[in-house]
């Protein structure tokens, strides 16, 4: 019993020990910022039903700077070209109806700066009418493919700032694969693209201000609630940040979370899978460290 | 000269009893090694102690493996390919990474266990010394291995720990420089932070387990009352059969069947935090590669660090050093400063008994305030609980030489 009360004693101030520097320290050291659950409450309601037929017409203004490979609408510049021009390469807007929440695509569209909450916004406003942002909107929507893969989510909402090279992932979308001299040892395709993605990320960073963060583990870096508060309104979290409001819908912002898990945990399916069984291992062996204490212990007392 | 039969078949019993005295060495170490029978779970820390080590050795020698040294592959090489492409090198990091904190748990714990119980007198100064030095390796080993991943936290914990070889007011740059291998923490000094990581403070670390377990032989392991007995008398009792009146237990097979039960608990626990918990052993923001552009908001060292970097921080720059000094060494002299001649548990030791907790409770705070940014509040609680740590060390010869004996 003596000893029970001893374990208790050395238990509870190894508690408090963790919660103090633990918990209590993590709430001090970070404000705490409540998410909005993706509801974008500043922006109003769209008092106006989009109509997707009068939306296509609309939209055909869009790939003046965007593709839209769904439709095999190619851009007319290249990412470089791009980049050149607008200090970013504009996305493919294929997914962009499956992904962005449909009130902050609108908006988006009328004023692009003013909703991403980002100082300059290499967008122009693009729809001048709330009725023909609603009506691009179902146009997207009406388009968008039903099942979208994790990656694709990443590639159309952050892979044109953000790279992850755990996945092989570049600002100009995936690494290629090259095949160097083998006399030379020189591999000029992949001295090529190193260049144009240097070129890039120059671009990038003067529009930015400062290269944006390679996402490989950003996952065990920053919280979950951080990431999750932070992608729906970075302003929240780091003000004065370069970084534009996405507007992600909830399955838009669950597939990223699901690719960012992927590429900066990826143990974490086989350590699911392992540590029950461990934890069985050594259930088992104390009960039998036990059992031979007791004998062992036996006529001492 | 030796007696050596020449017919014994080689490597049988009796041959290696010839050569290496087996069986004396197994009486003298494990069969006739008396350890008191009054003693509870707590004694089983110095086990616990040895297989953590045990877990960290291995899981080290498989991250060595595939671990680069480099400014430039390091971090990738620990985030990526030992994360993702070697098969359960998480595994191995995870394991890694936990141990070198509960380590830290158990080196606490056990320290306190001795202070309480009075375990570094009588005789038994050595094993107090012996087991200080084994503190401050493994904190050489912690720090050095936090470098290692060379993420922010490594490169800005590098960067303030060795400028505090400066001196403050000294101004010994050319100390620091030396230290670093440059001007700043960079190839040469993550190269050598790994070579005293991987080589020199285990050689030492393990130098000093052997020594930390040669200075209890002589004056024995000591028991829950302080009760100091004839350990020959008792020894004989046990093995005239007498198990019941006697006061010891061997080593191999009693006290050691309870050893093994304990860490069989320390595993469950272990491994939980393993698979379960890990997150508190690895800071997330040394999963952001190091940036000597870019420092942190907030820089503090690992949690077992934390008090003595409390007694640093809430001072100007000189006083400051100097009492984080004082805290370094201070624990060192306790078999000294205690002036008391009891071996007993400090609730029987009068004023002792508080000093007790409240050096506890005060390293508690410390550690609390250590992490907590030194704003408002937080930094005059720190101030008063540094101050306070030098008042209970002051107290300590005082109140332990008025005590009575028993």
Excluded at chain 1, 38 to 64: I, N
Excluded at chain 2, 244 to 262: A, H, N, Q, T, Y
Aim: glycine share 6%.
């Amino acid at each position: 019993m003596k000893e029970l009360k001893i374990f208790g004693i050395v238990v509870a101030f190894t508690l408090v020990l963790y919660w103090g520097v633990e918990p209590f320290a993590h709430s001090q050291m970070h404000k705490h910022v409540e998410g909005d659950n993706l509801q974008y409450s500043d922006l109003k309601p769209l008092k106006v039903k989009g109509d997707a037929k009068a939306g296509e017409a609309k939209a055909a203004a869009c790939v003046g700077c965007h593709s839209i490979k769904v439709k095999n609408m190619p851009a007319p510049m290249d990412a470089m070209a791009s980049s050149a021009a607008y200090g970013v390469n504009p996305p493919d807007l294929s997914l962009a109806g499956a992904l962005l929440d449909e009130k902050f695509f609108a908006h988006f569209l009328m004023d692009p700066a003013g909703v991403t909450k980002s100082k300059h916004f290499a967008m122009p406003p693009s729809a001048f009418s709330e009725q023909d942002a609603a009506d691009i909107v179902a146009y997207f929507k009406s388009i968008a493919p039903k099942e979208v893969t994790a990656k694709d989510a990443f590639t159309f909402a952050c892979s044109r700032c953000h790279a992850d090279r755990y996945d092989h992932m570049t600002q100009l979308g995936e690494e290629p694969k090259t095949k160097a001299n083998i006399k030379t040892n020189v591999d000029l395709d992949k001295l090529d693209f190193e260049k144009n993605l240097g070129t890039y990320q120059n671009k990038l960073a003067d529009y930015m201000g400062k290269l944006p963060p390679d996402l490989s583990i950003i996952i065990r870096a920053r919280s979950e609630h951080f990431l999750h508060t932070f992608i729906e309104n970075p302003q929240s979290q780091l003000p004065g940040t370069a970084m534009p409001r996405v507007g992600l819908n909830k399955e838009g912002m669950e597939k990223v979370m699901a690719y960012l898990e992927k590429t900066g945990d990826p143990s974490k399916p086989l350590r699911e899978q392992t540590g029950p069984k461990v934890l069985l291992f050594f259930l088992v062996f104390t009960a039998l460290a036990f059992l031979w204490k007791k004998s062992m212990w036996k006529g001492h007392h | 000269m030796a007696h050596f039969d020449e017919n014994a078949k080689p490597f049988s019993h009796k041959w290696l009893n010839e050569r290496l005295a087996i069986d004396t060495l197994q009486r003298v170490l494990s069969t006739e090694y008396w350890i008191p029978k009054n003693i509870n779970f707590l004694w089983a820390m110095g086990m616990v102690l040895a297989a953590t080590f045990g877990l960290l050795l291995i899981s080290g020698i498989f991250l060595l493996m595939y671990y680069q040294p480099n400014v430039n592959t390091a971090f990738d090489s620990v985030n990526y390919t030992i994360m993702s492409e070697v098969g359960y090198g998480w595994l191995w990091r995870h394991i890694h990474g936990v141990g070198a904190s509960v380590v830290f748990l158990i080196i606490y714990i056990h320290m306190f266990t001795g202070i309480y119980y009075g375990s570094y007198k009588r005789g038994r100064e050595l094993i107090w010394l012996s087991g200080m030095l084994l503190f401050i390796t493994f904190s050489a080993e912690a720090f050095s291995g936090y470098m290692l991943p060379w993420g922010q936290m490594s490169y800005w914990a590098g960067m303030v720990i060795t400028n505090l070889f400066s001196g403050g007011s000294l101004h010994a740059d050319g100390l620091v420089e030396w230290i670093r291998g440059d001007y700043v923490p960079g190839q040469a000094f993550l190269n050598r932070f790994f070579m005293l990581h991987v080589l020199l403070m285990p050689l030492i670390i393990i130098g000093l387990i052997v020594l930390h377990f040669g200075t209890l032989r002589i004056p024995h392991v000591n028991n829950q009352d302080g009760e100091d007995f004839d350990f020959e008398e008792a020894a004989r009792l046990y093995k005239e059969g007498k198990i019941k009146e006697s006061k010891v237990i061997p080593f191999k097979p009693v006290f050691l069947s309870k050893d093994v039960f304990v860490m069989g608990i320390y595993f469950i626990f272990f491994f939980y935090l393993v698979f379960y918990h890990f997150e508190f052993a690895m800071d997330p923001v040394n999963f952001d590669p190091a940036n000597p552009l870019k420092t942190p908001t907030h820089i503090y060292p690992e949690w077992y660090f934390l008090w003595s970097y409390e007694i640093l921080r809430p001072f100007p720059t000189d006083p400051g050093l100097v009492a984080f000094g004082f805290a370094q060494v201070i624990f060192l002299l306790l078999p000294f400063l205690d002036r008391s001649p009891n071996v007993a548990p400090a609730s029987k030791r009068g004023l002792f008994k508080y000093w007790f907790w409240a050096l506890l409770v005060d390293m508690i705070v410390l550690t609390f305030m250590g992490k907590l940014p030194p704003e408002g509040a937080w930094s005059v609680i720190g101030l008063i609980a540094a101050l306070f740590f030098f008042a209970l060390w002051i107290a300590l010869p005082i109140i332990t030489s008025k005590e009575k004996k028993l």
